[in-house]
């Protein structure tokens, strides 16, 4: 673990901490967090059942998003919070309903400690690990609301360079619901990237931004902040120095997209993970 990052102090006596801190000002106008960071797994759980190369491939984590992550934390003077569990032990960006919260089978891996899993177990997961995960970023959220500069949440993941043998041509994605604020700005900046351009960046690909209960939706949305998830093709960072090295764009871009208040304060854009509609006089602002 980096220096300049703690442990949340309420882990399980025993077991592993379910997230990982990094310090930053809480007036920043920025919390940097990553719901698929790590690949790890508590001792209780011993490997699922499943190789180390299978935990090692996007199924179990978001490769290289850690990095860059943190980096764009450090640069941002921000404040983050990235899980340290594998997706396949309990997804943390998945609401705490749905179907696959727990994946029995993800991409054609079989994982054999999930495949026979109770609701029981499901419980004792999400009370242990995603739970605090959740509290963390809603905790952080809440005292950066309390300095009196609302943050954007800038959630960090990585996609596949080939889905079902098909190739990707995005090098990153925006993901957003239904406030586009910061997403439409990230997508002009990044396309005015030289060794980007306009092709290779994604408007709510290669997933839907829209999803109920996901981290995104239930802190960010439900707060009307402002907010995007930024996914970067697992290719170009798979190697530290270059996860950093985005990392180090995102923040130079993010810099003055940030800056004005406009850009913070919270709005209800209503959201289409949740079927609501904008308030009538956000609509009409907009139009004007």
């Given at each position: 673990?980096?220096?300049?990052?703690?442990?949340?102090?309420?882990?399980?006596?025993?077991d592993?901490?379910?997230?990982?801190?990094?310090?930053?000002?809480?007036?920043?106008?920025?919390?940097?967090i990553?719901?698929?960071?790590?690949?790890?797994?508590?001792?209780r759980?011993?490997?699922?059942?499943?190789?180390?190369?299978?935990?090692?491939?996007?199924?179990?984590y978001?490769?290289?998003?850690?990095?860059?992550?943190?980096?764009l934390?450090?640069?941002?003077g921000?404040?983050?919070?990235?899980?340290?569990f594998?997706?396949?032990?309990?997804?943390?960006?998945?609401?705490?309903?749905?179907?696959?919260l727990?994946?029995r089978?993800?991409?054609?891996?079989?994982?054999p400690?999930?495949?026979?899993?109770?609701?029981?177990?499901?419980?004792r997961?999400?009370?242990?690990?995603?739970?605090?995960?959740?509290?963390?970023?809603?905790?952080?959220?809440?005292?950066?609301?309390?300095s009196?500069?609302?943050?954007?949440?800038?959630?960090?993941?990585?996609?596949?360079?080939?889905?079902?043998g098909?190739?990707?041509?995005?090098?990153?994605?925006l993901?957003?619901?239904?406030?586009?604020r910061?997403?439409q700005?990230l997508?002009?900046?990044?396309?005015?990237?030289?060794?980007?351009?306009?092709?290779?960046?994604?408007?709510?690909?290669?997933?839907?931004?829209?999803?109920?209960?996901?981290?995104?939706?239930?802190?960010?949305?439900?707060?009307g902040?402002?907010?995007?998830?930024?996914?970067?093709?697992?290719?170009?960072?798979?190697?530290?120095?270059?996860a950093?090295?985005?990392?180090?764009?995102?923040a130079?871009v993010?810099t003055?997209?940030?800056?004005?208040?406009?850009?913070?304060?919270?709005?209800?854009w209503?959201?289409?993970?949740?079927?609501?509609?904008?308030?009538?006089t956000?609509?009409?602002?907009?139009?004007?």
């Amino acid at each position: 673990m980096d220096a300049q990052t703690s442990p949340d102090n309420g882990r399980i006596s025993g077991d592993m901490p379910p997230l990982e801190r990094i310090d930053g000002a809480l007036d920043c106008g920025a919390l940097v967090i990553c719901d698929h960071a790590a690949n790890a797994l508590p001792p209780r759980y011993g490997d699922l059942g499943l190789p180390r190369e299978a935990l090692e491939r996007h199924v179990g984590y978001d490769i290289g998003a850690a990095w860059v992550a943190r980096r764009l934390a450090e640069r941002l003077g921000a404040p983050a919070v990235l899980s340290t569990f594998s997706r396949l032990l309990i997804d943390a960006n998945r609401g705490d309903d749905d179907p696959t919260l727990v994946m029995r089978i993800s991409d054609g891996v079989l994982t054999p400690g999930n495949a026979r899993i109770d609701a029981e177990e499901i419980a004792r997961r999400r009370r242990l690990y995603w739970a605090p995960y959740r509290q963390a970023v809603a905790t952080t959220v809440e005292a950066m609301l309390a300095s009196g500069e609302p943050p954007a949440i800038i959630s960090i993941h990585s996609f596949t360079p080939v889905w079902r043998g098909l190739p990707r041509p995005w090098k990153v994605g925006l993901l957003w619901d239904a406030d586009p604020r910061l997403p439409q700005a990230l997508i002009h900046a990044l396309a005015a990237e030289p060794d980007i351009g306009p092709a290779a960046v994604g408007d709510n690909e290669p997933y839907d931004g829209a999803l109920p209960g996901d981290t995104i939706n239930a802190i960010a949305t439900a707060r009307g902040l402002s907010s995007a998830l930024i996914e970067i093709r697992q290719d170009l960072i798979a190697e530290r120095a270059a996860a950093e090295a985005w990392g180090d764009r995102l923040a130079r871009v993010l810099t003055p997209i940030l800056a004005p208040a406009q850009m913070r304060i919270a709005q209800d854009w209503g959201s289409r993970a949740d079927g609501r509609e904008a308030p009538a006089t956000l609509a009409l602002s907009v139009q004007a």
